[in-house]
């Protein structure tokens, strides 16, 4: 199975290894023992045991079963420490595949509990950057660059996007947005507490 890509690992853990301890990680919490999962998920015990050994390699549907099974949204396999600044490059990030068709699903952010989410579509032109003054703490903005270039994000350190790239900042302090070419085009999503 090739269901699972890892790009741009940036600490000493492959994705494959959280992934592996997330899901052992969520079974124990859960009470569950190994050959219960399985039987709940209708997953070979097997084929979880090597899931949590990071050796498999799981499909979209293996997640869902597991996740189903012990009563968790999906995005739970690949929750991450929160960061202050995250970006995910065009290319980057762990992909999952389905199995019957041409399907890729990649994790950008998964939303806290207790958050609510804004988003919106930016359309912005060269010239005079959106400087932004803090929001209130715990906010965090998750910006995908869907055509152009722009510096996103704190205003003391923007980040240079192109199309397909990904960032969330903390936006309790000053931040930017400043476009490089025409119409360039953007969704946000704001995290309030």
Request: proline share 5%; net charge negative; with cysteine.
């Amino acid at each position: 199975m090739n269901d699972i890509t890892n790009e741009s690992v940036g600490n000493s853990l492959s994705r494959i290894d959280l992934l592996a301890l997330a899901i052992k990680r969520e079974r124990q919490l859960a009470g569950l023992s190994v050959t219960e999962l399985a039987k709940r998920a209708s997953v070979a015990k097997s084929t979880l045991s090597q899931l949590e050994s990071g050796i498999g390699n799981p499909s979209i549907e293996t997640l869902w079963s597991l996740a189903m099974a012990m009563g968790l949204q999906v995005t739970r396999f690949f929750e991450q420490p929160q960061q202050h600044l995250r970006v995910i490059r065009a290319n980057e990030g762990m992909t999952a595949y389905a199995e019957a068709s041409n399907y890729a699903a990649t994790l950008l952010a998964d939303c806290p509990a207790g958050v609510q989410r804004d988003i919106y579509r930016l359309k912005v032109q060269p010239g005079e950057a959106r400087l932004s003054q803090p929001h209130p703490a715990g906010t965090v903005e998750h910006v995908v660059l869907c055509s152009g270039s722009a510096n996103v994000g704190p205003a003391n350190e923007p980040v240079l996007l192109h199309a397909g790239d990904y960032i969330s900042y903390s936006a309790n302090l000053p931040h930017v947005f400043e476009a490089f070419e025409a119409d360039t085009t953007a969704v946000m999503v704001i995290e309030h507490p």
